[in-house]
């Protein structure tokens, strides 16, 4: 409204300022022209300025100043048209009509200043300008009566419009005023809000400080907003968070481009050192440039937001967890029936992945894993059916098309208005189920025939049982023993005494506890003549209890004997029977009587045993000791130059005494047998080698005999095993020498067998001869001891009998076996077999050749012997073996010389006889080993004795001795026992040396 009437005003006012401003001018008073014309041009100026100014802009103090300087500018005005209205009225001249174009044009602005006071300003015209006009209009000058009319018309123009600018005026006042009221109740608004909000308002400058920050900030915060004006709020933000690392790199864009963002979440520290997650919306500001200036936006506390949403994902990742996990296959379909979820268990078994089911039916998801029938095709339709009802379903069995069966369960599902969204529910593998019901349905079948035909057998049975039942009365009536039955309490079922067989006393009815008779029994000392039996009677009543089977004996006051024997049954409780044993314990009785006197004999057999025993240690020893002189010198005086006539009585004499040597071993091993006194070794042995030993022994008496001898083995035979070569030796060596002994022409034939399994090797040695063979009837008898086949007092050869008795029961100590196949004229065939371990870890070597032999005995020469000996005839045996050899001999005639030889010499090899006088061989041994060791070396001390029982070396063991020498002694056996002892210092030496 202010714009359209800005012309009018302007109009009016320029047209009387510039006729005013003529007019003087014309006049003459061009002091008095200008300022009108300058007064005229502000004047417009300030309506050009108004015209392109909204209302709306004008502050309430910019009115407010305006308004002020209208009402002083009317003020000033009045008083001075009033005078010049005075001095107009009295003068006449053109002074006077000069200063009422003045005044009417005063009066005119004035009037228009006062506008805002419309009846004010009308008065102020029509007093000012209606005097003055008339009169110039009564005045004979033609200007001022056309000044007159254009005041007169112009007054009357301008108080039309009065009423026009006083509402202008006013609605911009109210404009403001109204403005101002809501600027301020819109921030009063917004503040409130924001305070009720649990956003939080902030401001950042171009730099990304805090320069603004709301209140509300200090909950989501834990810090004062004051204190963080300046901040960057980077510095606040947990960089090494998911969520901020994620909306870091989101925002680094939106600030380069300087766009708005928003939803923005980041981990912030608070100060309870708890973390927070806030979000963050903002958008740029610009300054009066249009420059980036900064940020402002809301900050908004999400934590329970995340934790939510963290526990969600969380529950999600649970619930994908245990649907792989379950055994059930978990599935969902929404309203069209197709898959939305499907467990990646429900598709594993199928080898599908879980996309190509979802958005598919539910129905032809399964079309092509279903070799459906009629009948199924028909089920699935009413399981449809039901769907489209949007009922639950639980239970519906189908195949799965590959041979098992499944079942399905689900619910459907609706929204809070009630409307169907589709279904979940989950599907299980019944297979084993399924065909455990089909057959327990199939057993159920069978059973109720079953029970039909049980119902009839047990008719039948009953019946049976009885006829049986009176049968067994008769039994009862009929039987010898007395019979009580106790069920499972312990309770008296039944009792059936017989005359002559009493029960123990007590009260026996039925349904009365048996326990509590035999407690009273005991009490009355019907058990105690039995301390065996007391102890049993003492736990009766718990071993009842227990259900174990009993057997008491019992005298009763007559001095008969009872026997009780308790049998558990099946469903609890005791059958006792009670026998009379009167008869047997008097045999028992005597029995017994008879066992100590076994006892006694056995005592007297071991005492005789022992007697034996000494007395052959004894004999040993005694004929040993003769021996060892006899085949010692011998052994020697072959040695020596003989004509052929001594030579040939020189190997009688050693060939008998071999032959008594053998017959002492004999008696000497059967007697170990007996007495299980003979110890078996297991070390690691060459067969082969042992076994060729053994024909190179019996090969000299063989070719006397004419006779070939041969020894021959499988050819995959194994080369080392581990056992007692000696033992085996000596069974081999029995056997082939009698065959050699038995055959007068023709063959001998040693063969070794093998056969092998899991690292054991089963060896078979037969020895077949051509010789006489053995009749029938003593085949059995043969392994006897002093068994011969011909026993007469004119048989042929000789021998003790016990050669073949003693290798067999060498062969079964070992877990072997000796078995014989004869027959007169046709020869023999012994078989020895025995089981051992064969030994891959040992790795042979060639024996040593005879050259090496004689290199070792050469070597005696720089040995020194101590040899300790009482016998002065075993003293020039030992001269006479080792002289020849050695470097030097000295000799002691008992144990104390041979220590205090020890002492004063170095000696290299110790020979030290067992049995002697004032010092015996094992003292002076010890002794001996006691001075080595507090010299720190080791001489050999080798034990030499008669005594050729095992105990004897053990003790020569024990006392310290390192090898055993049984005599008689044979040059061979010294040589190759010494060889060893120097082969085994040369070892230890070398060892040393490295």
Same mark, same amino acid.
């Given at each position: 409204?202010?714009?359209?009437?800005?012309?009018?005003l302007?109009?009016?006012?320029?047209?009387?300022?510039?006729?005013?401003?003529?007019?003087?001018?014309?006049?003459?008073?061009?002091?008095?022209?200008?300022?009108?014309l300058?007064?005229?041009?502000f004047?417009?100026l300030?309506?050009?300025?108004?015209?392109?100014?909204?209302?709306a802009?004008?502050?309430?103090?910019q009115i407010?100043?305006?308004?002020?300087?209208?009402?002083v500018?009317?003020?000033?005005?009045?008083?001075?048209m009033s005078?010049?209205s005075?001095?107009f009225?009295?003068?006449? #001249?053109?002074?006077?009509v &000069?200063?009422?174009?003045?005044?009417?044009? &005063?009066?005119?602005?004035?009037?228009i200043?006062?506008?805002?006071?419309?009846?004010?300003?009308r008065?102020?015209m029509?007093?000012?300008l209606?005097?003055?006009?008339?009169?110039?209009l009564?005045?004979?000058q033609?200007?001022?009566?056309?000044?007159?009319?254009?005041?007169?018309?112009?007054?009357?123009?301008?108080m039309?419009?009065?009423?026009?600018?006083l509402?202008?005026?006013?609605?911009?006042?109210?404009?403001?005023?109204?403005?101002?009221?809501?600027?301020?109740?819109?921030?009063?608004?917004?503040?409130?809000?924001? !305070?009720?909000?649990?956003d939080?308002a902030?401001?950042l400058d171009?730099?990304?400080?805090i320069?603004q920050?709301?209140?509300?900030?200090r909950?989501?915060?834990?810090?004062?907003?004051?204190?963080?004006?300046?901040?960057?709020?980077?510095?606040?933000?947990d960089?090494?968070?998911?969520?901020s *690392?994620?909306?870091?790199?989101?925002?680094?864009?939106?600030?380069?481009?300087?766009?708005a963002?928003?939803?923005l979440?980041?981990a912030?520290h608070?100060?309870d050192?708890?973390?927070?997650y806030?979000?963050?919306?903002?958008?740029?500001?610009?300054?009066?440039?249009?420059?980036?200036?900064g940020?402002r936006?809301?900050?908004?506390?999400?934590?329970q937001?995340?934790?939510?949403?963290?526990?969600l994902?969380?529950n999600?990742?649970?619930?994908?967890?245990f649907?792989?996990?379950?055994?059930?296959?978990?599935w969902?379909?929404?309203?069209?029936?197709?898959?939305?979820?499907?467990?990646?268990?429900?598709?594993?078994?199928?080898?599908?992945?879980?996309?190509?089911f979802?958005?598919?039916?539910?129905g032809?998801?399964?079309?092509?894993?279903?070799?459906?029938t009629?009948e199924?095709?028909q089920?699935?339709?009413?399981?449809f059916?039901?769907?489209? *009802?949007?009922?639950p379903f639980?239970?519906?069995?189908?195949?799965?098309?590959?041979?098992?069966?499944l #079942?399905l369960s689900?619910?459907?599902?609706f929204d809070e208005?009630?409307?169907?969204?589709?279904?979940?529910?989950?599907?299980?593998?019944?297979?084993?189920e399924?065909?455990?019901?089909e057959a327990?349905?199939? @057993?159920?079948?069978?059973?109720?025939? %079953?029970?039909? !035909?049980l119902?009839?057998?047990?008719?039948?049975?009953?019946?049976e049982?009885?006829?049986? #039942?009176?049968?067994?009365?008769?039994?009862?009536?009929?039987?010898? !023993?007395?019979?009580?039955?106790?069920?499972?309490?312990?309770?008296?079922?039944?009792?059936?005494?017989k005359?002559?067989i009493?029960?123990p006393?007590?009260?026996?009815?039925?349904?009365?506890?048996?326990?509590?008779?035999?407690?009273?029994?005991?009490?009355l000392?019907?058990y105690?003549d039995? =301390?065996?039996?007391?102890g049993?009677?003492?736990?009766?009543?718990a071993k009842?209890?227990?259900?174990?089977?009993?057997r008491?004996?019992?005298?009763?006051?007559?001095g008969?004997?009872?026997?009780?024997?308790?049998?558990?049954?099946?469903?609890?409780g005791?059958?006792i029977?009670?026998?009379?044993?009167?008869?047997?314990?008097?045999r028992?009785?005597?029995?017994r %009587?008879?066992?100590?006197?076994l006892?006694?004999?056995?005592?007297?057999a071991?005492?005789?045993?022992r007697?034996?025993?000494?007395f052959l240690?004894?004999?040993?020893h005694?004929?040993?000791? =003769?021996?060892?002189?006899?085949?010692?010198?011998?052994?020697?005086l072959?040695?020596?130059?003989?004509?052929d006539?001594?030579?040939?009585?020189t190997?009688?004499? &050693?060939?008998?005494?071999?032959s008594?040597?053998?017959?002492?071993?004999?008696i000497?091993?059967f007697?170990?047998?007996?007495?299980?006194?003979?110890?078996?070794?297991?070390?690691?042995?060459?067969?082969? %080698? %042992?076994?060729?030993?053994?024909?190179?022994?019996?090969?000299?008496?063989?070719?006397?005999?004419g006779?070939?001898?041969?020894l021959e083995?499988?050819?995959?035979?194994?080369?080392?095993?581990?056992?007692?070569?000696?033992?085996?030796?000596?069974?081999?060596?029995?056997?082939?020498?009698n065959a050699?002994?038995?055959?007068?022409?023709?063959?001998?034939d040693?063969?070794?067998?093998e056969?092998r399994?899991?690292?054991?090797?089963?060896?078979?040695?037969?020895?077949?001869?051509?010789?006489c063979?053995?009749?029938?009837?003593?085949l059995?008898?043969?392994?006897?001891?002093?068994?011969?086949?011909?026993g007469?007092?004119?048989?042929?050869?000789?021998?003790?009998?016990?050669?073949?008795?003693?290798?067999?029961?060498?062969?079964e100590?070992?877990?072997?076996?000796?078995?014989?196949?004869s027959?007169?004229?046709?020869?023999?065939?012994f078989?020895f077999?025995?089981?051992l371990?064969?030994?891959k870890?040992h790795?042979?070597?060639?024996?040593?050749?005879a050259?090496?032999?004689?290199h070792?005995?050469l070597s005696?020469?720089?040995?020194?012997?101590?040899i300790a000996?009482?016998n002065?005839?075993?003293?020039?045996v030992?001269?006479a &073996?080792?002289e020849?050899?050695a470097?030097?001999?000295h000799?002691?005639?008992?144990?104390?010389?041979?220590?205090?030889?020890?002492?004063?010499h170095d000696f290299d090899?110790?020979?030290?006889?067992?049995?002697?006088?004032v010092?015996?061989?094992?003292?002076?041994t010890?002794?001996?080993k006691q001075?080595?060791?507090q010299?720190g070396?080791h001489?050999?001390?080798?034990?030499i004795t008669?005594? @050729?029982?095992?105990e004897?070396?053990?003790r020569?063991?024990?006392?310290?001795?390192?090898d055993?020498?049984p005599?008689?002694?044979?040059?061979?056996?010294?040589?190759?026992?010494?060889s060893?002892?120097?082969e085994?210092?040369?070892?230890?030496?070398?060892?040393?040396a490295?």
């Amino acid at each position: 409204m202010f714009k359209e009437l800005s012309p009018m005003l302007f109009s009016c006012l320029g047209i009387s300022g510039l006729m005013g401003a003529a007019l003087h001018f014309y006049l003459g008073y061009a002091i008095l022209a200008l300022p009108m014309l300058a007064g005229t041009i502000f004047s417009g100026l300030r309506f050009l300025h108004w015209r392109k100014a909204e209302p709306a802009s004008f502050s309430q103090e910019q009115i407010k100043r305006a308004m002020t300087f209208i009402r002083v500018s009317a003020l000033v005005n009045v008083p001075f048209m009033s005078i010049c209205s005075v001095l107009f009225i009295v003068s006449t #001249s053109e002074t006077g009509v &000069m200063v009422a174009g003045w005044m009417s044009l &005063m009066a005119l602005i004035t009037g228009i200043s006062l506008c805002s006071l419309p009846m004010t300003a009308r008065l102020v015209m029509l007093g000012l300008l209606l005097p003055s006009n008339f009169a110039l209009l009564l005045s004979p000058q033609i200007t001022a009566q056309v000044f007159a009319l254009s005041m007169i018309l112009l007054s009357l123009l301008c108080m039309g419009t009065f009423s026009t600018v006083l509402k202008l005026i006013r609605t911009l006042t109210d404009e403001a005023d109204e403005n101002a009221l809501q600027r301020g109740w819109m921030a009063a608004a917004m503040r409130d809000f924001l !305070e009720m909000s649990r956003d939080a308002a902030w401001e950042l400058d171009e730099r990304l400080r805090i320069t603004q920050l709301a209140e509300s900030a200090r909950e989501i915060l834990g810090h004062e907003p004051s204190r963080l004006i300046g901040t960057k709020f980077a510095a606040l933000i947990d960089q090494n968070d998911v969520y901020s *690392r994620k909306s870091l790199e989101m925002s680094a864009d939106l600030l380069r481009q300087r766009t708005a963002f928003r939803d923005l979440v980041f981990a912030l520290h608070h100060v309870d050192g708890k973390k927070r997650y806030v979000s963050m919306s903002g958008v740029p500001l610009l300054n009066h440039a249009d420059g980036f200036a900064g940020y402002r936006g809301l900050i908004s506390d999400v934590t329970q937001k995340i934790e939510n949403q963290r526990a969600l994902e969380e529950n999600e990742a649970r619930f994908r967890d245990f649907a792989e996990l379950a055994a059930e296959r978990l599935w969902e379909t929404d309203e069209n029936d197709c898959f939305t979820y499907i467990s990646e268990s429900s598709v594993r078994k199928l080898k599908k992945s879980v996309k190509s089911f979802i958005g598919r039916k539910a129905g032809s998801a399964f079309e092509d894993v279903n070799t459906q029938t009629e009948e199924e095709r028909q089920r699935w339709h009413d399981h449809f059916a039901a769907k489209r *009802r949007h009922e639950p379903f639980r239970d519906f069995v189908m195949k799965d098309g590959q041979g098992g069966t499944l #079942s399905l369960s689900g619910k459907p599902l609706f929204d809070e208005h009630g409307k169907f969204r589709g279904y979940r529910g989950y599907t299980r593998e019944i297979t084993a189920e399924f065909e455990a019901r089909e057959a327990a349905r199939t @057993a159920e079948e069978k059973l109720t025939v %079953a029970n039909r !035909e049980l119902e009839d057998r047990i008719n039948q049975r009953t019946s049976e049982l009885q006829e049986k #039942s009176n049968l067994l009365q008769e039994i009862f009536d009929t039987m010898g !023993e007395s019979l009580v039955v106790l069920d499972s309490d312990l309770t008296i079922a039944m009792v059936n005494e017989k005359k002559g067989i009493a029960l123990p006393p007590g009260k026996w009815t039925l349904g009365g506890d048996a326990k509590e008779i035999y407690r009273r029994a005991h009490s009355l000392g019907l058990y105690r003549d039995r =301390p065996s039996e007391s102890g049993k009677v003492n736990t009766i009543a718990a071993k009842m209890e227990r259900g174990e089977a009993l057997r008491l004996n019992r005298i009763d006051t007559s001095g008969q004997h009872i026997s009780e024997n308790f049998y558990p049954r099946q469903g609890g409780g005791y059958v006792i029977l009670y026998t009379d044993i009167t008869k047997e314990a008097k045999r028992e009785e005597e029995l017994r %009587a008879l066992s100590v006197d076994l006892r006694r004999s056995k005592e007297a057999a071991e005492a005789a045993s022992r007697i034996k025993s000494e007395f052959l240690a004894n004999m040993s020893h005694e004929i040993r000791t =003769p021996m060892n002189g006899i085949l010692g010198m011998t052994e020697i005086l072959m040695g020596t130059s003989l004509s052929d006539e001594q030579e040939e009585m020189t190997r009688v004499v &050693m060939r008998s005494a071999d032959s008594l040597l053998t017959i002492i071993n004999d008696i000497l091993d059967f007697s170990k047998l007996e007495a299980g006194k003979m110890t078996f070794v297991k070390d690691s042995f060459d067969l082969k %080698a %042992a076994l060729g030993d053994v024909a190179d022994i019996l090969a000299p008496k063989a070719a006397g005999k004419g006779i070939a001898l041969n020894l021959e083995f499988d050819t995959e035979i194994s080369d080392r095993f581990i056992g007692d070569i000696g033992r085996i030796r000596q069974v081999v060596t029995n056997l082939a020498g009698n065959a050699v002994k038995f055959t007068e022409t023709g063959t001998v034939d040693i063969h070794v067998g093998e056969q092998r399994r899991d690292g054991m090797a089963a060896l078979t040695i037969t020895v077949t001869d051509s010789g006489c063979g053995i009749p029938a009837d003593k085949l059995d008898r043969i392994f006897n001891k002093f068994e011969q086949v011909d026993g007469s007092s004119s048989r042929q050869h000789e021998g003790t009998g016990l050669g073949l008795s003693i290798s067999k029961l060498i062969a079964e100590n070992l877990g072997g076996t000796i078995t014989v196949e004869s027959a007169i004229g046709f020869g023999s065939t012994f078989t020895f077999t025995i089981t051992l371990p064969v030994d891959k870890s040992h790795v042979s070597g060639e024996s040593r050749s005879a050259e090496a032999k004689i290199h070792a005995a050469l070597s005696f020469r720089n040995c020194h012997f101590l040899i300790a000996e009482d016998n002065m005839v075993n003293q020039m045996v030992l001269r006479a &073996m080792l002289e020849p050899v050695a470097c030097s001999l000295h000799i002691a005639n008992n144990g104390a010389e041979a220590v205090e030889f020890y002492q004063q010499h170095d000696f290299d090899f110790v020979l030290m006889d067992v049995s002697m006088p004032v010092m015996d061989g094992l003292e002076a041994t010890r002794q001996i080993k006691q001075i080595q060791k507090q010299r720190g070396t080791h001489v050999p001390v080798i034990g030499i004795t008669a005594h @050729a029982m095992h105990e004897d070396q053990t003790r020569c063991r024990a006392a310290g001795m390192d090898d055993y020498l049984p005599k008689p002694v044979r040059k061979e056996a010294v040589m190759e026992l010494i060889s060893s002892w120097l082969e085994q210092k040369k070892a230890e030496k070398k060892i040393n040396a490295a």
